[in-house]
């Protein structure tokens, strides 16, 4: 039996890499797909291996900076650990366990993980409080395990052919392992296109699956099971809470979760908008210590919130910085960030994220966002829809609806009409994350393959089918907190900061917020036109009005504006006509949706969809591409 050790103290968040029971596989496998994920833990690296299983390791030092070495050993050295991510309530942890007779050599997280798996097994996932992925090899069963947080904060894949088992924090790293067998999953083209990102287990790439979020895998003799064990729900709404009570709860709630966030051996700084959620993050972290906060933005454009973001940050005497980026900056690294992405996602706010992420990791290692305040506190607009169309649904009979429904879905436009075809509709069918780019009719026009195209509502059935019976609200925030929680806003969040080595934090996606917003009852998420409205009550206690009542703006760009510019329209139209495009879309159609926004037809999200997606096959599939993308791509070491 070998083991074997490699450490550099190079002065550059973490990530592994791992393979079991693979025969014939070059000595140097391992380390080529850690560096691969480099970017994820410049400080350290390290490797495991034991009898055709190896273990790779990146490190990014945030606590106990001399200790925490990976790959971690138990006591009797029998069980490996690799693990990405933080346990903020790994403290508490650490003296329950040393209670049990397990003694301690240093002050990391990972520690508790190895322990407390060694004493508990899976149940120790039932304890952890923070975001993770981990994964253990048991040196005497061959067994591995992994676990994926609460809500999907780190990343854990799997590849699974039958033949070969291997896992990592990132897809791109399985690149480098000679078994793996790259594949385009082209069934799942449509879905992409329908949601921007594929809610489910499976991904781009046959035979590699995401490990959901909530759950954990053991991998023995061949075989792989996956166990669910944790699922947010909302079986215990208290209909009798006030939005002052919760708004009284969401502030003490918020504090702890912040100082939670805080605990780190390295400054922690924080993005900063102009939006409430940003704002009240800063402001609790700003009262413990002085913190750094980062914004980003356009000068002289509309769409910038820099002197929002200033004026806020200079108001509670917080230093911030002002990071800006044009319309070259963002059209020049989208093949890097369809690389870093993994698979294709088309959320126009991932550029911005890059730079704001670039710039901030020149002063600090980690950083607080406000992530998840809309999903768990009420905060997207659309929201606001679910009344009107459940008194429609109330009131008029389901077979004048649909009569309504086909009376007007041919006639030219009109105000009213899409209501009127949409309240025919079931909301999982009717819900706009569904078709969020292209509905089913948009999909037949562009897809060269017709028989692909698939009911995009039945791929999500069985999330509604979770919360059959609530209102309609709560349907909205729970498929949102199972989908474009895990799938979009996180998934971007952790791989912009990760490729510039930066740990992004957020507070506001944690189990104990969850269990809270999980009782609120929908008067208490939205009153009137107002969303989140306990949260903003919670922040009006803590921040100038003018900010906890801001509208919404998302993470605004000129996207828009720029595609109808000459040379970054002539650089869509290239990718519109590509032997890409011609593989698998009508190119006329594309061409048309790109006329028809320059026309003054809003069609962005339509349009950035396919060229990300262009984009991202021409990275990762280059043998089956004339485009020189590849080079484009600027890898970060």
């Not at 994964?135 to 854990?156: L, N, Q, S």
């Not at 800063?282 to 973001?309: Q, R, T, V």
């Not at 690294?333 to 550029?351: F, G, H, K, R, V």
């Not at 269990?515 to 009550?537: H, Q, Y």
């Amino acid at each position: 039996m070998k083991k074997t050790y490699k450490f550099k103290g190079e002065t550059f968040m973490c990530g592994f890499v791992g393979y079991v029971n693979q025969t014939d596989i070059p000595e140097d496998t391992i380390e080529k797909m850690a560096d691969r994920i480099r970017h994820r833990g410049p400080d350290d690296e390290a490797y495991f291996a034991d009898e055709g299983t190896a273990m790779g390791f990146r490190r990014l030092s945030i606590i106990d900076l001399e200790h925490g070495k990976q790959p971690m050993y138990n006591s009797n050295e029998t069980k490996v650990l690799t693990f990405n991510g933080e346990i903020y309530n790994y403290r508490e942890i650490r003296e329950e366990l040393k209670k049990l007779g397990y003694e301690f050599r240093t002050d990391v997280d990972s520690e508790v993980l190895i322990h407390g798996y060694d004493a508990w097994g899976p149940k120790l996932l039932d304890k952890l409080r923070g975001m993770y992925a981990f994964v253990i090899y048991d040196r005497k069963t061959k067994e591995v395990f992994g676990a994926r947080d609460h809500f999907g904060i780190k990343p854990m894949y799997y590849y699974d052919d039958g033949q070969s088992f291997l896992w990592a924090s990132e897809i791109k790293a399985f690149l480098d392992h000679p078994k793996f067998v790259k594949e385009f999953n082209e069934k799942l083209l449509p879905i992409h296109l329908s949601f921007e990102f594929i809610p489910s287990k499976e991904t781009m790439f046959k035979n590699v699956y995401k490990l959901l979020p909530g759950h954990y895998f053991i991998h023995k003799d061949g075989e792989t099971e996956i166990h669910q064990y944790y699922k947010f729900n909302y079986d215990h709404i208290d209909k009798n809470q006030t939005i002052e009570e919760d708004a009284k709860k969401i502030r003490g709630i918020v504090d702890e979760s912040v100082e939670a966030h805080m605990v780190a051996d390295v400054e922690v700084g924080s993005f900063l908008s102009s939006g409430v959620d940003s704002s009240y993050v800063l402001n609790e972290a700003a009262k413990l210590k002085p913190i750094k906060s980062f914004s980003l933005g356009f000068e002289h454009s509309k769409y910038s919130e820099l002197d929002w973001s200033s004026r806020f940050a200079k108001k509670i005497g917080q230093e911030n910085t002002r990071i800006t980026m044009d319309g070259n900056d963002y059209f020049d690294i989208l093949p890097t960030i369809m690389y870093y992405m993994d698979e294709p996602l088309s959320n126009p706010s991932a550029m911005q994220l890059y730079y704001l992420s670039k710039g901030t990791r020149k002063q600090v290692k980690v950083a607080l966002s406000g992530e998840g305040a809309d999903e768990f506190f009420g905060g997207y607009n659309t929201y606001l829809e679910a009344r009107p169309f459940e008194t429609y649904q109330k009131y008029v009979p389901a077979g004048l609806r649909k009569a309504f429904s086909k009376m007007v879905i041919d006639l030219p436009r009109f105000h009213g009409q899409r209501f009127l075809v949409r309240g025919s509709q079931p909301l999982s069918e009717r819900y706009y994350r569904v078709n969020y780019v292209f509905n089913y009719h948009d999909r037949d026009k562009i897809l060269k393959n017709k028989d692909l195209n698939v009911d995009s509502g039945a791929y999500t059935q069985h999330i509604f089918d979770d919360v059959k019976g609530k209102d309609e609200m709560t349907q909205m925030q729970y498929f949102d907190i199972n989908t474009w929680l895990p799938f979009d806003i996180l998934h971007k969040a952790d791989r912009m900061s990760m490729c510039n080595s930066l740990e992004v934090r957020t507070p506001l996606v944690d189990k104990k917020v969850a269990e809270f917003a999980a009782t609120m009852p929908i008067n208490t998420r939205i009153k009137g036109d107002e969303t989140k409205v306990s949260l903003r009550a919670a922040a009006a206690a803590e921040l100038p009005q003018d900010v906890a009542k801001k509208e919404k703006l998302g993470f605004p760009s000129p996207i828009a504006s720029w595609i109808k510019e000459d040379k970054f329209r002539k650089r869509i139209e290239e990718a519109f006509t590509s032997d890409v495009a011609k593989k698998f879309f009508d190119t006329d159609a594309l061409l048309e949706i790109l006329q028809e926004h320059i026309n003054g037809k809003s069609s962005m999200q339509k349009i950035f969809t396919i060229y990300t997606f262009i984009l991202w096959y021409q990275v990762y599939f280059p043998e089956d591409t004339t485009a020189d993308t590849l080079s484009k791509v600027k890898i970060t070491k």
